[in-house]
């Protein structure tokens, strides 16, 4: 199996969570002003030159902005997820993807974060969105920050808010 140079985390594996970051916001996209990419993956996503040398990640961390959220239809971002191939994970605000990857299965965790400052109210947000999200302190920092570098993944070019 063929190992990142600076961390143990096989590079399909890699690959894999690579796949479902580009896809989910693919899926997403209708809530594309309410989302942004935080955790592992922001440094490969703004500094290029990082890829070969940054530790990598096996999960997709994104916020939720609330201030930002508004209706864009029937479908809520749960309902996206869970009819393109999402399960719930074993916490709310997981959901897992399962792919493949050179003929062997993935299961790459992808986790919704919100800030614990909320502007519309609890059942308002459920209603947008279907998903209970794990709290994070700060969460809402990283709207003031964020940047929109372009990521590309088998060719297919999306912009990927992060912060």
Known sequence: MEENKTTSY????????????????????????????????????????????????????????DKTLVETGSETMEDILLSNGYQHGAEPGRYIRRIHIDGQPISVPVDFLTSEHRHIPRNEFLDLTGISTITAPGCELSFDVSKEPRASARGIKNQVPAA
Not at 11 to 16: D, H, N, T
Not at 35 to 49: D, K, Q, S
């Open 10 to 65: 096989s590079e399909r594996v890699i690959r894999a969570t690579r796949q479902v970051l580009l896809e989910v916001f693919q899926l997403l996209e209708r809530f594309r002003d309410s989302l942004i990419l935080v955790g592992g993956w922001v440094p490969i996503m703004i500094i290029p030159e990082a890829v070969g040398k940054h530790l990598g990640t096996i999960d997709v961390d994104l916020a939720i902005n």
